[in-house]
C-alpha cells in the first residue's frame, strides 16, 4: 500500500478509478492475510497518505489531530513555558535568566543554579540535539527539575508548571552606536509588525541614523507579518511580492497607499536558516534597493502552504503556489527528489537565474536571497570550543557575581579577572598554552562580560556585547555608514 499510493497520486484522471479499485484490493489482500493485525486508520493515515504527500515535496505533509493542534498554536504570540532563559551546553543546562512572576521565579530557580535532571533523566549524558528535544518537551507539561545551587552540593528538587507566556517575537532592540539602533526578530507571528514599529519609536524612531534587521536564524511565519514589515520600510504602491500556481489565482501585493515608511539606511542580515517570510522581507527590501542584505545565502523556502482541515481533527498541509520577489525572482530552491515539479517554475530556475533591482542591479535567483554583501560568523576553533564546551563562562560568571550588587553597565573585564579566570581553568585542567592565550585574549574578555552582564544585568545586555564584535553586524554598521551611491543597496 505504502508503494500504492504514489501512483493515485501521478495517475491520469481517466485512470484514477482503476487505480482505486487497485488500492482497494491490496488493502483488502493486506487485511485478510497479514500475519498480524492491521490498523485501519495507522495504515491510511500513518503510511498510505503519507507516502502519497513524500512524493510531493518535503513539505506537504499530513497533520494528525496533535500536530494539527502545535500547528494553530504556533500563529499565537504565546508559548507554553517556565520563564527562564538558559545556556545550552552538551550535558549541561545553566540558567542565565529568571523572568518576573513566571513559574520559574516563583519555584525560586536564579541565575546560575544548573539543571541536573528533568523528570529523572540525568543530562550529563545527553548531546545537544537531546537536550534541546527534552527542554521543548519538558515545557508542555508538568516537569521535575533537580537543581544545583553553586556552592551548595544538595541538589534542589523542583516541580514546574508550565504557563501560557507572552512571546514577542522582536526580542531584541537596542543601540549599536549612537543613533544607530538593532533589532532581532525570531519569527513571523500576528503582532510583529506592530512591535517592530513599536520598538523603532521607542528608540528614537524617524530620527535614528540607521537600522540593522537582524534576520538570521527566523524560521519564517505569517504572511501578513512580513508584508506589514517589508511595508515600514517601502515606499507606498511598491510591490512586496506575488504569488502564483498551477490552480491557485495568481496575484500580487504592494504596499499600502496609506502608509508613511521610514527613511533611515537599513541593513538586513539573514543566513542558512532565515526562511519563508523571513525571506520574502529581505528580498522585497533587496529588490527595491532599500536595504543592504549582509550575511550568508538564505534557506530558500518560498512555498504557500494552504491548510485543509480533515475529519477527526486532523488536516492536510499541501504546496499550492509559489512566491516570488518584485523582481521575479522565486524564492523557493529547487526540490531534490521530488517526482512533481510544475513546468513553469522549473524553467524559470533554468533560463532565468539573474535579475535586476530597481536600480539595476543584478541579483541572483535559483532559490533563497544571496546576500549583498557575504560575510559569516567567527569560525569555531579547537581552543575555543574546548572553552565552551566545558561550561567555564557561565561557572565562572556565576561564582563572580554571587553575593555582588549588579555590575555598572561600563564594566570591563581587568587584567585581574583575566588572571583569576585563567587559574579557574587551570584547576579545570584546561591549560590552553601562552600563544593561544594571547591570541584569544580579546575573545576570552568578551565571553566573559557576556557572561557576567546575562547573569547580573540580564541576557539583553549580553546579546549588546555579542553584538559588538559579530563580524556580520560589524560590516553592516560599515555599510549603513559609508555614503549612500546609487545600487549600493541602501536609499
Same mark, same amino acid.
Given at each position: 500500500?505504502?508503494?500504492?499510493?504514489?501512483?493515485?497520486?501521478?495517475?491520469?484522471?481517466?485512470?484514477?478509478?482503476?487505480?482505486?479499485?487497485?488500492?482497494?484490493?491490496?488493502?483488502?489482500?493486506?487485511?485478510?492475510?497479514?500475519?498480524?493485525?492491521?490498523?485501519?486508520?495507522?495504515?491510511?493515515?500513518?503510511?498510505?497518505?503519507?507516502?502519497?504527500?513524500?512524493?510531493?515535496?518535503?513539505?506537504?505533509?499530513?497533520?494528525?489531530?496533535?500536530?494539527?493542534?502545535?500547528?494553530?498554536?504556533?500563529?499565537?504570540?504565546?508559548?507554553?513555558?517556565?520563564?527562564?532563559?538558559?545556556?545550552?551546553?552538551?550535558?549541561?543546562?545553566?540558567?542565565?535568566?529568571?523572568?518576573?512572576?513566571?513559574?520559574?521565579?516563583?519555584?525560586?530557580?536564579?541565575?546560575?543554579?544548573?539543571?541536573?535532571?528533568?523528570?529523572?533523566?540525568?543530562?550529563?549524558?545527553?548531546?545537544?540535539?537531546?537536550?534541546?528535544?527534552?527542554?521543548?518537551?519538558?515545557?508542555?507539561?508538568?516537569?521535575?527539575?533537580?537543581?544545583?545551587?553553586?556552592?551548595?552540593?544538595?541538589?534542589?528538587?523542583?516541580?514546574?508548571?508550565?504557563?501560557? /507566556?507572552? !512571546?514577542?517575537?522582536?526580542?531584541?532592540?537596542? =543601540? %549599536?552606536? +549612537? $543613533?544607530? &539602533?538593532? *533589532?532581532? #526578530?525570531?519569527?513571523?507571528?500576528?503582532?510583529?509588525?506592530?512591535?517592530?514599529?513599536?520598538?523603532?519609536?521607542?528608540?528614537?524612531?524617524?530620527?535614528?541614523?540607521?537600522?540593522?534587521?537582524?534576520?538570521?536564524?527566523?524560521?519564517?511565519?505569517? /504572511?501578513? !507579518?512580513?508584508?506589514?514589515?517589508?511595508?515600514? =520600510? %517601502?515606499? +507606498? $504602491?511598491? &510591490?512586496? *511580492?506575488? #504569488?502564483?500556481?498551477?490552480?491557485?489565482?495568481?496575484?500580487?501585493?504592494?504596499?499600502?497607499?496609506?502608509?508613511?515608511?521610514?527613511?533611515?539606511?537599513?541593513?538586513?542580515?539573514?543566513?542558512?536558516?532565515?526562511?519563508?517570510?523571513?525571506?520574502?522581507?529581505?528580498?522585497?527590501?533587496?529588490?527595491?534597493?532599500?536595504?543592504?542584505?549582509? $550575511?550568508?545565502?538564505?534557506?530558500?523556502?518560498?512555498?504557500?502552504?494552504?491548510?485543509?482541515?480533515?475529519?477527526?481533527?486532523?488536516?492536510?498541509?499541501?504546496?499550492?503556489?509559489?512566491?516570488?520577489?518584485?523582481?521575479?525572482?522565486?524564492?523557493?530552491?529547487?526540490?531534490?527528489?521530488?517526482?512533481?515539479?510544475?513546468?513553469?517554475?522549473?524553467?524559470?530556475?533554468?533560463?532565468?537565474?539573474?535579475?535586476?533591482?530597481?536600480?539595476?542591479?543584478?541579483?541572483?535567483?535559483?532559490?533563497?536571497?544571496?546576500?549583498?554583501?557575504?560575510?559569516?560568523?567567527?569560525?569555531?576553533?579547537?581552543?575555543?570550543?574546548?572553552?565552551?564546551?566545558?561550561?567555564?563562562?557561565?561557572?565562572?560568571?556565576?561564582?563572580?557575581?554571587?553575593?555582588?550588587?549588579?555590575?555598572?553597565?561600563?564594566?570591563?573585564?581587568?587584567?585581574?579577572?583575566?588572571?583569576?579566570?585563567?587559574?579557574?581553568?587551570?584547576?579545570?585542567?584546561?591549560?590552553?598554552?601562552?600563544?593561544?592565550?594571547?591570541?584569544?585574549?580579546?575573545?576570552?574578555?568578551?565571553?566573559?562580560?557576556?557572561?557576567?552582564?546575562?547573569?547580573?544585568?540580564?541576557?539583553?545586555?549580553?546579546?549588546?556585547?555579542?553584538?559588538?564584535?559579530?563580524?556580520?553586524?560589524?560590516?553592516?554598521?560599515?555599510?549603513?555608514?559609508?555614503?549612500?551611491?546609487?545600487?549600493?543597496?541602501?536609499?
Amino acid at each position: 500500500m505504502l508503494f500504492l499510493a504514489p501512483l493515485l497520486l501521478l495517475a491520469a484522471p481517466e485512470d484514477l478509478a482503476q487505480r482505486l479499485k487497485e488500492f482497494a484490493a491490496v488493502y483488502a489482500a493486506v487485511e485478510r492475510e497479514a500475519a498480524d493485525p492491521v490498523a485501519p486508520e495507522k495504515a491510511i493515515f500513518g503510511g498510505a497518505i503519507p507516502g502519497m504527500l513524500r512524493r510531493l515535496d518535503p513539505h506537504s505533509v499530513f497533520l494528525d489531530t496533535e500536530q494539527f493542534d502545535q500547528l494553530k498554536e504556533l500563529e499565537k504570540s504565546t508559548r507554553k513555558g517556565f520563564g527562564s532563559v538558559v545556556s545550552v551546553l552538551p550535558g549541561r543546562v545553566i540558567v542565565l535568566q529568571v523572568l518576573p512572576g513566571t513559574p520559574a521565579a516563583k519555584s525560586g530557580i536564579a541565575a546560575g543554579d544548573e539543571i541536573i535532571a528533568i523528570n529523572g533523566i540525568q543530562l550529563a549524558r545527553l548531546d545537544l540535539e537531546q537536550l534541546v528535544g527534552l527542554l521543548s518537551q519538558s515545557r508542555q507539561s508538568q516537569a521535575r527539575l533537580d537543581v544545583r545551587r553553586p556552592g551548595n552540593a544538595r541538589l534542589l528538587p523542583l516541580t514546574l508548571t508550565p504557563e501560557e /507566556l507572552q !512571546a514577542p517575537s522582536v526580542d531584541r532592540a537596542f =543601540f %549599536l552606536r +549612537p $543613533g544607530v &539602533a538593532y *533589532l532581532h #526578530v525570531s519569527s513571523f507571528d500576528a503582532e510583529t509588525g506592530s512591535q517592530i514599529r513599536e520598538a523603532i519609536e521607542k528608540l528614537g524612531g524617524r530620527q535614528l541614523k540607521g537600522l540593522v534587521l537582524d534576520l538570521r536564524d527566523n524560521p519564517g511565519g505569517l /504572511l501578513p !507579518a512580513a508584508l506589514g514589515t517589508a511595508s515600514l =520600510f %517601502l515606499k +507606498p $504602491g511598491q &510591490a512586496l *511580492l506575488s #504569488v502564483r500556481g498551477r490552480v491557485v489565482e495568481s496575484k500580487e501585493e504592494s504596499v499600502p497607499r496609506s502608509v508613511l515608511p521610514y527613511e533611515f539606511p537599513v541593513a538586513v542580515l539573514v543566513n542558512g536558516k532565515t526562511a519563508s517570510a523571513a525571506e520574502i522581507v529581505a528580498g522585497a527590501l533587496q529588490d527595491h534597493d532599500r536595504a543592504a542584505i549582509v $550575511g550568508e545565502p538564505s534557506f530558500g523556502k518560498g512555498l504557500v502552504e494552504s491548510v485543509f482541515p480533515l475529519s477527526e481533527g486532523a488536516a492536510l498541509a499541501l504546496t499550492t503556489a509559489y512566491y516570488y520577489t518584485p523582481s521575479g525572482r522565486s524564492i523557493q530552491r529547487p526540490l531534490r527528489g521530488s517526482r512533481i515539479q510544475p513546468s513553469s517554475i522549473s524553467e524559470r530556475w533554468e533560463q532565468q537565474r539573474e535579475f535586476h533591482t530597481d536600480a539595476g542591479r543584478v541579483v541572483r535567483g535559483g532559490g533563497g536571497i544571496q546576500p549583498d554583501y557575504e560575510v559569516y560568523p567567527e569560525p569555531m576553533t579547537r581552543f575555543r570550543a574546548a572553552i565552551e564546551g566545558s561550561g567555564a563562562f557561565p561557572s565562572f560568571a556565576t561564582e563572580y557575581t554571587r553575593g555582588r550588587s549588579p555590575v555598572a553597565g561600563n564594566f570591563e573585564v581587568s587584567a585581574e579577572l583575566l588572571d583569576r579566570f585563567q587559574i579557574y581553568l587551570s584547576e579545570r585542567n584546561i591549560r590552553p598554552s601562552v600563544a593561544e592565550w594571547t591570541a584569544e585574549r580579546s575573545w576570552i574578555s568578551s565571553r566573559l562580560k557576556t557572561e557576567i552582564f546575562n547573569q547580573s544585568l540580564g541576557v539583553e545586555r549580553g546579546d549588546e556585547v555579542e553584538a559588538q564584535r559579530d563580524p556580520v553586524v560589524i560590516a553592516a554598521l560599515e555599510k549603513l555608514s559609508a555614503p549612500a551611491k546609487s545600487g549600493d543597496g541602501t536609499d
